[in-house]
Each structure stands twice: as C-alpha cells, then as structure tokens.
C-alpha cells in the first residue's frame, strides 16, 4: 500500500526556518510529481510547491525565493526547505503524489509561525 508521510512541522518565530519531509513507502516518488499542499483555518487548500519527476520546480509566487522543494530518489524523500517564515505561512502542510491512478495524500503536518 502506498502512504505518504510527513515530518518537519512545528512552531518557530517569523523569520525562522523550517524543513519538512515527505517519505513514500510502496511507490517510488522517482516515477511522478509530487507536490506540497497547505490549508490554514478557513482558507482553502493551497498549492504550495511541485517537483515533476524530471525535476522541473514549480512555487506559487507568496513563496517563491523563500521556498525550495527537493527530491533525494534514494531515500524517497521530498523536501520543503523554509527559510523567512511569515505568520500567514502558518498551515497544515499535505503531500500529494499520483500512483497508478490512485491519488495519495499524506497526513499532515502542522507549522505554526509566531509574529
């Protein structure tokens, strides 16, 4: 079965950074895009970084120069590095990859910048 799960959140002052992770197990994240999502209290859900499998990035403009997201194949990991934390940042942040028609979303994990 193919999950996605992430790590890196928590709670860090304006101007901080932060690295969050997303690991696939059961599916190769070599193989397709994957992208970072976030959603914030009344808002709804983001885009907030891509990485194609040939590696082409993609941001929205609200983090670009701010955010970078990577891939390293031989851990199945992608990366959302953060750098310049700003308050309305502060979202649950979602993986998402397709596999074999399937649509795989990993749980969560929660960033919560202070001003």
């Known amino acids: 079965q193919v999950r996605l799960v992430e790590s890196g959140g928590g709670l860090v002052q304006a101007g901080g950074s932060l690295r969050l992770s997303c690991v696939a197990s059961g599916a190769l994240i070599s193989t397709t895009a994957i992208t970072w999502y976030r959603q914030a209290p009344g808002k709804q859900r983001e885009m907030v970084a891509d990485i194609t499998s040939g590696g082409s990035t993609y941001y929205r403009d609200s983090v670009k120069g701010r955010f970078t997201i990577s891939r390293d194949n031989a851990k199945n990991t992608v990366y959302l590095q953060m750098n310049s934390l700003k308050p309305e940042d502060t979202a649950v942040y979602c993986c998402?990859?397709?596999?074999?028609?399937?649509?795989?979303w990993g749980q969560g994990t929660q960033v919560t910048v202070s001003s």
């Open positions: 998402y990859g397709p596999f074999d028609n399937y649509h795989y």
